[in-house]
């Protein structure tokens, strides 16, 4: 992305806001060009009249007014359901919406709720039937009569139903997949997966002396006989029994069904196991000093990326006509047994005085793990003749899409997508078209997620082309569209889009200006919007699939004391880097007082950074970090410039600034920070002898970071929930990263603040949560241990006891933003 790094600046425009989306009367959007919202505005602009306060903005969210959640469509189309959050409690009713502005939304009586559907539900063929899962239990609804049906009721839990191809449903219960003839309501077991040994039949004496046994002994013969005669008898009963379900399919001792899946046409199963193990693999113990009987409680979590141990998977062919099950090797994928970590491995070994020497040997491989989608790894055509597998490398350096060869019983690669620093855990959507033999899927390749299409036996071709990133796929009952998120037009507004799949001919649907999600209604006619502002919560709109539709409201769930309160608009800004020809995105809000143009730099600011390290807040839709949101509101009133950076590692801005960090953590994203101060001391009057910096969890590690390996930029610090040796965090996050401590210690000592506490010179809070199972609160611990031992003066730790990694209690978040407040206050 090539711009110029003259200033650019995009304002939120909150008078718009505030029309479009508080209006009663017509409760319909009005289009905003976006030359409009690019318009650029100096001075701050307020809402509403009550002043914020801190005991507020961290007051339990209710007070916002319990947005919309989990909304999904009824299966005519004709109204959408979505849950929302009682008062005052943890739990949730569920809402009937029709299409309408102005109507308010039906509570569902908990009697009705089994007839709702629900949110990962299938249609038959036909459209006539709908299935879904409801408290563990299958239910299948009619459309035209409403008419609804318990299917199963039993005290297992059934999942993953489906419809096959000749009208009957599937459904499953743990690894056993049955089969209901919705005529007559027959079932019938069809597969039984089982993570044991196969049984053994009679077995004959093997040694020597065991032989002579059974020549000896008349009794031990008979004995022997007697069991092989009734093994054969009860093979000859069951093979004329006529209620006799098929023997079950063994895949050994300690092993788990990672998963599997059914072709449409019923003959045949996909199934992928591994070790009876997982990342999580709870070794650790966490202690709670705050439990209900008074003593001290250990709790299992999951072990540490330095503990991780390879792990491969196997793929069977599950034949349900014949009963046979065959393996599908990895060694027809093209680079299966390459050395990705050689140059890694290479400088560790230099560094300790060896010499590395480079051989192939296969990779531990396994099915995709996309941490943003439902659906399967595995996916079959819509006939149930092909399939294909996305599969990754432990390494986490290499994807492959791979059909299925039946015939041959083997993999076929369609697609291969290799990344030097780590293949994306994000835009990995894909499958087959309805009508033919072609796969569609989104790939990194280009440097942004892009749509592509690929016939089985062709090449593969980008359906799509540009400096932005597509997610959540839909495609059309006909192939003719897909349907997809993107951020096309500035990477912080995501708008939905269609693309004709003949044609290439793409249309924007929505010109809301801000964060948008949608789905697609069960007869293609509508899209329901999930739409947020900056300044406005996400609530629910519909809108029709013709480009240039209306689009009408449906709730309005944002409470009067939220509207009445007043809070300053961030403006996004784009500051120019000194690292890349990319800007970096990032909030800015402006003090009450602000007069465009005023000079003599005595301003103070406050840098903000977002946790997750892949995640983009620097966007126009609401926050997840909503109470921080508020706290800055807070501070730009009292006089403070504060700035919330999509540093590198950010999402939303392609492959190269996702991969910046690799093996490199906590250098990049402190030189995007630096950038951050100059820019507000050219453009926001801020004194840069004057700055403070803060953040939580990954935004936590970097504060430290910034404190240890960077004095000179900030004068104060409070790093929350913070890591501090990347060696002790989970593995599927930090080994895309910085890979694994055994291969690569380089990397990890580069990227741990533990390592560099000997830095520490300005001031710093630290505040933990003791239970957190996800940042360990030993992370603090040892910290703190290292910073004694250095005799270190100036820092000071706040511990939370009954906290896990998200707070909950608003006496918690209170007392961490005053310590917050008060070491900006103090510091500054």
């Known amino acids: 992305m090539m711009v110029n790094k003259t200033l650019i600046s995009l304002a939120v425009v909150a008078a718009f806001t505030l029309t479009a989306c508080q209006t009663t009367d017509t409760q319909k959007l009005v289009k905003t060009s976006t030359s409009k919202v690019a318009t650029e505005i100096k001075t701050p602009v307020k809402t509403g009249e009550t002043q914020i306060t801190l005991k507020q903005a961290m007051a339990h969210p209710d007070w916002l007014g319990r947005q919309p959640l989990s909304s999904y469509w009824a299966g005519d189309s004709s109204s959408v359901f979505y849950t929302r959050k009682q008062a005052g409690n943890e739990l949730k009713d569920l809402f009937n919406q029709k299409l309408k502005a102005n109507v308010k939304g039906n509570k569902v009586s908990i009697e009705s709720l089994h007839q709702a559907g629900a949110k990962n539900t299938v249609f038959s063929e036909n459209g006539q039937f709908q299935a879904y899962v409801f408290k563990g239990d299958v239910f299948v609804k009619n459309i035209n009569t409403g008419t609804v049906t318990q299917v199963t009721r039993s005290s297992s839990s059934e999942s993953d139903v489906q419809f096959l191809n000749d009208g009957s449903l599937v459904y499953r219960e743990g690894t056993t997949f049955n089969k209901v003839n919705l005529n007559t309501g027959f079932t019938v077991e069809i597969a039984n997966l089982k993570m044991s040994q196969k049984p053994k039949g009679v077995e004959e004496p093997k040694d020597y002396i065991a032989k002579e046994q059974h020549k000896l002994i008349n009794f031990i013969a008979l004995t022997h006989k007697n069991k092989k005669d009734k093994q054969k008898l009860k093979n000859e009963v069951d093979s004329k029994n006529p209620s006799r379900v098929d023997d079950a399919f063994y895949f050994g001792k300690d092993k788990r069904l990672v998963d599997a899946q059914l ?52 793929v069977y062919i599950l034949d349900l006509e014949t009963g046979t099950q065959t393996e599908l090797t990895f060694d027809v994928l093209p680079g299966f047994d390459d050395d990705v970590l050689a140059k890694v491995k290479t400088e560790n070994y230099a560094r300790e005085g060896k010499k590395y020497k480079s051989e192939k040997s296969p990779r531990a491989i396994n099915l995709m793990m996309d941490w943003t989608w439902s659906q399967s790894a595995i996916q079959w055509n819509k006939q149930g003749t092909q399939a294909a597998v996305m599969l990754e490398a432990w390494d986490n350096k290499d994807r492959w899409i791979a059909s299925v060869d039946f015939e041959k019983s083997k993999f076929v690669s369609q697609h291969r997508l290799h990344d030097d620093a780590w293949i994306n855990y994000a835009f990995n959507d894909f499958g087959w078209f309805n009508h033919s033999d072609t796969l569609y899927f989104l790939s990194e390749e ?40 993107a951020n096309e037009k500035h990477p912080g507004i995501y708008e939905v889009y269609r693309i004709n799949t003949e044609t290439e001919k793409r249309e924007a649907i929505t010109d809301l200006n801000g964060m948008t999600d949608f789905k697609l209604s069960p007869d293609e006619s509508k899209l329901l919007l999930s739409h947020s502002k900056i300044m406005l919560p996400t609530e629910l709109y519909v809108t029709d699939v013709t480009p240039g539709s209306e689009v009408v409201r449906l709730t309005n769930t944002v409470s009067d004391q939220f509207k009445n309160t007043q809070l300053i608009a961030p403006k996004v800004v784009a500051v120019a880097s000194s690292h890349t020809e990319q800007p970096i995105y990032a909030k800015v809000y402006y003090p009450a007082d602000y007069k465009e143009g005023e000079s003599g730099k005595n301003r103070k600011a406050i840098i903000f950074n977002h946790g997750a390290g892949y995640l983009q807040n620097s966007h126009l839709g609401w926050s997840g970090y909503f109470r921080e949101f508020m706290f800055h509101s807070l501070l730009a009133s009292e006089g403070y410039v504060v700035m919330d950076m999509d540093y590198r590692a950010s999402k939303g801005y392609g492959r190269d600034w996702r991969t910046a960090i690799y093996r490199n953590m906590g250098t990049p994203e402190i030189e995007d920070l630096a950038d951050g101060i100059k820019w507000m001391q050219n453009n926001a009057n801020v004194d840069n002898k004057r700055v403070g910096t803060y953040g939580g969890s990954y935004g936590g590690f970097m504060t430290f970071m910034a404190l240890l390996t960077r004095p000179e930029l900030f004068q104060a610090g409070a790093a929350l929930r913070p890591v501090s040796d990347w060696a002790h965090y989970n593995d599927p996050y930090t080994s895309n990263i910085l890979n694994r401590p055994d291969v690569d210690p380089i990397a990890y000592e580069r990227s741990s603040p533990i390592y560099f506490a000997e830095g520490l010179q300005k001031n710093l809070l630290i505040n933990a949560p003791m239970v957190d199972d996800n940042v360990f609160f030993q992370d603090v611990v040892r910290l703190v241990q290292r910073f004694i031992e250095l005799e270190k003066e100036n820092f000071e730790t706040a511990i939370y006891p009954v906290e896990a990694h998200g707070f909950r209690q608003p006496s918690s978040w209170l007392d961490e933003y005053r310590r917050i407040y008060k070491l900006f206050k103090d510091k500054l």
Do not use: C
């Open 263 to 314: 072709s449409p046409s019923g003959t045949h199963i996909i199934a992928v196991v591994t070790e009876n193990t997982s990342w999580r693999a709870d070794s650790d113990i966490m202690p709670n000093y705050i439990a209900d009987d008074a003593r001290v409680k250990s709790k299992k979590v999951r072990r540490r990326v330095a503990d991780a141990q390879s792990q491969t998977s196997q």
């Open 446 to 485: 280009s440097g942004y997620s892009q749509l592509y299409k690929k016939p089985l036996n062709g090449k593969a071709s980008a359906l799509t082309q540009g400096q932005f990133v597509i997610s959540n796929l839909d495609l059309s009952k006909d192939d003719k569209h897909i349907y997809y998120k």
